[in-house]
Nanobody, 128 residues
Framework: QVQLTESGGGLVQAGGSLRLSCAAS????????MGWFRQEPGKERNFVAF????????YYADSVKGRFTISRDNAKNTVYLQMNSLKPEDTAVYYC?????????????????????WGQGTQVTVSS
């Protein structure tokens, strides 16, 4: 069992930055791949970024590539999402997920069904 808690959301102006954190409980955090997703009201949850268990492999949605960076600190049981050059269209609730699956192709992890555990989400609002 893994419990995830996101933090770091808030209100920021366009062009600004935020860093989201996702803290995990349990001693097996390092065995899970982690992903960030986001969801706007009335819409589906969409993939943002992925990082494998070791932190050496990452994968991003085209919409955030070059602006967002995912990282993890297994000693602290935490995964991060550094968001720079934020745009109003980045406004959403951001969720982290944990996946125990092992996929060779990282594109699998763009689907939320790959993740067994989810946090409660943190709101990010970008004003224009």
């Amino acid at each position: 069992q893994v419990q995830l808690t996101e933090s770091g959301g808030g209100l920021v102006q366009a062009g600004g930055s935020l860093r989201l954190s996702c803290a995990a409980s349990g001693r097996t955090f390092s065995s899970y791949a982690m992903g960030w997703f986001r969801q706007e009201p009335g819409k589906e949850r969409n993939f943002v970024a992925f990082i494998n268990w070791s932190g050496y492999r990452t994968y991003y949605a085209d919409s955030v590539k070059g602006r967002f960076t995912i990282s993890r600190d297994n000693a602290k049981n935490t995964v991060y999402l550094q968001m720079n050059s934020l745009k109003p269209e980045d406004t959403a609730v951001y969720y982290c997920g944990a996946s125990g699956n092992r996929r060779e192709s990282l594109s699998w992890y763009a689907g939320d069904r790959e993740y067994e555990y989810w946090g409660q989400g943190t709101q990010v609002t970008v004003s224009s």
